[in-house]
Every structure is written in C-alpha cells, then in structure tokens.
C-alpha cells in the first residue's frame, strides 16, 4: 500500500477535476509515454466511465484499463484497473480544503501478479516505481494548478 498527501494552493474543486482529466494526466506521464487509447480519451471522466492507458514501464509496453468506481465530487473517487498488468489495483484520490487551497490525499493498493515473485518484486521495485509516478504527477498537478496563468476550465481538455 501507498499512502502520498500533497498540498496545492488551489481550489478543491480544481485538483479534483484536474485529477480525472485524461488531458492532464497524458500531460503529467511524459516519462512513460502514457496515452490513451481507448474510452475516455480526453477531456474528464466521470463516474463508472473507463480508460485504457497505453504506456512503457521497465522498457515494457503495457495497456492497463481502469474504470472510475466510486465518484463523490468534490471530495473523492476511486480508479480501478479493470484488465491490466496488475493482479489488483485500487487508487483512492481525497480532496481536502486546507488553508490556503487542498490537501490531496492518495492512497494506493496494489499487487503484482506471479505470486511469490510478484510480492518480491512489489516491496523491492514496484511500490519504489509506482510512488516515484505518483510523486512526479502530483508534482506535475501542484506546478500547474498553482500556475497563476493556468486554465481555468476545470480540467477539461487542457
């Protein structure tokens, strides 16, 4: 499990539109290459609305779906890959008003298939791997939010 809080000095309402925006998110993966190809392909999704995300990860090509499960706006949602390279994954996303603009909660639950080799893997490379991506896109989310120039559109299409 993953557990990450970052701070952005905007609106609630903003961080969580940002944070189902397909745009932002192609936007904020630059490293992996990530794009989607299938369901929501831009703009926001919305509850129990899907995307398929083509990226490279360890110099792999993968594909993974995930749907939106639960849906309470402004104050949070949950992704879950419905097909993909994990045997479970389980994102939790939290908004929370904080002085001065949000406090992001995400909490991350997440196995990696093969068993035994799957769980090695997970403490020692993929849990390292997968809080360094979710640092850079809160990073990439908290840059672009606070941007005094930025879009205001709510993360629709950026």
């Not at 794009?35 to 990226?55: C, D, F, K, N, P």
């Not at 939290?94 to 893997?121: K, N, Q, Y």
Request: charged fraction near 25%.
């Amino acid at each position: 499990m993953i557990a990450l809080e970052t701070f952005i000095a905007a609106p609630r309402e903003d961080c969580f539109a940002w944070s189902l925006s397909v745009d932002a998110h192609t936007s904020s993966m630059g490293r992996s290459r990530e794009r989607a190809v299938a369901g929501v392909t831009q703009g926001q999704l919305r509850a129990g609305e899907s995307v398929t995300w083509r990226a490279t990860h360890f110099g792999i090509p993968w594909r993974m779906t995930s749907v939106i499960t639960e849906y309470t706006p402004p104050h949070r949602f949950v992704d879950q890959q419905t097909s993909g390279p994990f045997a479970r994954w389980w994102h939790e996303h939290r908004f929370e008003v904080c002085d001065g603009g949000t406090l992001m909660h995400d909490v991350i639950d997440f196995a990696a298939p093969l068993g035994v080799l799957g769980r090695v893997a997970d403490r020692w490379i993929v849990k390292r791997y997968v809080t360094g991506l979710i640092t850079d896109r809160n990073a990439w989310l908290k840059r672009e939010l606070e941007r005094p120039d930025r879009p205001r559109n709510r993360g629709a299409a950026l």
